[in-house]
Nanobody, 125 residues
Framework: HVQLVESGGGSVQAGGSLRLSCAASGLPYSQYCMGWFRQAPGQEPEGVARIATGSGNTYYADSVKGRFTISHDKSKNTLDLQMNTLKAEDSALYYC???????????????????WGQGTQVTVS
């Protein structure tokens, strides 16, 4: 009984910041690869950032490096995405995702992830 619930989306002016959060429950394993994907209308999901919860290693899409920071709170089992210097092209529906597999370094595709939240909308104008 896995649930991932995103929050923190909204509208922001270009150059501004938002912080997204994902509350996870019911995950059956102690270590996961967890990440954020985004999907604009008519587009395929794009991997934004991911983190191996065991090692703490993080991976970012080139388009967000230096602007976004992913973090995981093990005690609360929450996943955050701090988004700074937002651009119009960052506008999308953002999803939290997780997988029980451990090869987080190679998990670039949405097809690699087993569990998904409902998404939270980010609009940058």
């Amino acid at each position: 009984h896995v649930q991932l619930v995103e929050s923190g989306g909204g509208s922001v002016q270009a150059g501004g910041s938002l912080r997204l959060s994902c509350a996870a429950s019911g995950l059956p394993y102690s270590q996961y690869c967890m990440g954020w994907f985004r999907q604009a209308p008519g587009q395929e999901p794009e991997g934004v950032a991911r983190i191996a919860t065991g090692s703490g290693n993080t991976y970012y899409a080139d388009s967000v490096k230096g602007r976004f920071t992913i973090s995981h709170d093990k005690s609360k089992n929450t996943l955050d995405l701090q988004m700074n210097t937002l651009k119009a092209e960052d506008s999308a529906l953002y999803y939290c995702a997780a997988t029980g597999d451990g090869e987080c370094r190679d998990y670039k595709s949405s097809r690699d992830f087993s569990f998904w939240g409902q998404g939270t909308q980010v609009t940058v104008s």
